[in-house]
C-alpha cells in the first residue's frame, strides 16, 4: 500500500448540488484543488475510505468548493450526500507530490526529527509545525518542555539532514 498525506478535509456544504467546502492544508490552498485523484477517509478510522475524484473546484469567496465523485464513483449531487462527508480527510498518495527544491521541506518530513543545538545539545524531536505569519515554527518537544524555535534556515536553523533524522539549530536549551 502506498503511503497517503492528509491535504485538506471537507468543511461543509455549498449550494444544494452536491458541492463541499474543502478546508485545504496545501500551500497556497488552492494547491489542493491539483489533484484530480484522492481518497476520501475518515479520520478517526482510516480503513473507512475510498478512491474519489475530484472533479471540479474553484475559489469562492476566500473558500475553495468542490465537487467531488462518492464511494459509487459517481458525481455527487445531492447536498445530504456531501454533508455526510463533512469531516472526513482528503489524502493523496505520497507519490504524486512534487519533489521539493533544494532546501525546501514538506512539513510532515521534519516532524519527528531530533534538534539539537551546534554545541550538541538535545533539544527535542520535532512535534509538529505552525506558522507566526512572518515564518513557519517548529514545535520542539523535550518531556514536558515545548520549544518553539522559528524555521528560518541559515540564521537559526543550520541544517536539515532526512538521512540522518536530524535538524542542527542555533537554538539554547534556556530560550
Known amino acids: 500500500m502506498s503511503h497517503r498525506l492528509t491535504l485538506g478535509r471537507v468543511a461543509g456544504v455549498y449550494g444544494v448540488k452536491g458541492w ?7 500551500r497556497p490552498a488552492d494547491n ?3 489533484y484530480r485523484d484522492v481518497w476520501i477517509v475518515d479520520g478517526n478510522d482510516a480503513t473507512d475510505g475510498f478512491e474519489a475524484k475530484l472533479t471540479e473546484g474553484r475559489i469562492h469567496g476566500g473558500t475553495l468548493v468542490a465537487r467531488l465523485t462518492g464511494p459509487d464513483r459517481q458525481v455527487i449531487e445531492d447536498r445530504d450526500v456531501a454533508a455526510a462527508m463533512i469531516g472526513r480527510e482528503i489524502q493523496v498518495d ?3 507530490l512534487p519533489k521539493p527544491d533544494e532546501g525546501e521541506f514538506y512539513w ?3 516532524v519527528g526529527l531530533a534538534v539539537r543545538n551546534e554545541e550538541g545539545v538535545m533539544l527535542g524531536k520535532v512535534e509538529s509545525l505552525t506558522s507566526n505569519g512572518a515564518q513557519d515554527v517548529l514545535v520542539v518537544q523535550d518531556g514536558e518542555t ?13 541544517s536539515v539532514n532526512l538521512e540522518t533524522n536530524e535538524i542542527v539549530a542555533d537554538w539554547q536549551p534556556d530560550y
Not at 463541499?20 to 496545501?26: A, E, G
Not at 515545548?146 to 543550520?158: D, K, N, S, W
Open 20 to 26: 463541499v467546502k474543502l478546508q485545504s492544508f496545501t
Open 32 to 34: 489542493l484543488l491539483e
Open 94 to 96: 505520497r507519490s504524486r
Open 108 to 110: 510532515f518530513d521534519l
Open 146 to 158: 515545548e520549544r518553539l524555535i522559528p524555521f528560518v534556515q541559515g540564521p537559526i536553523i543550520r
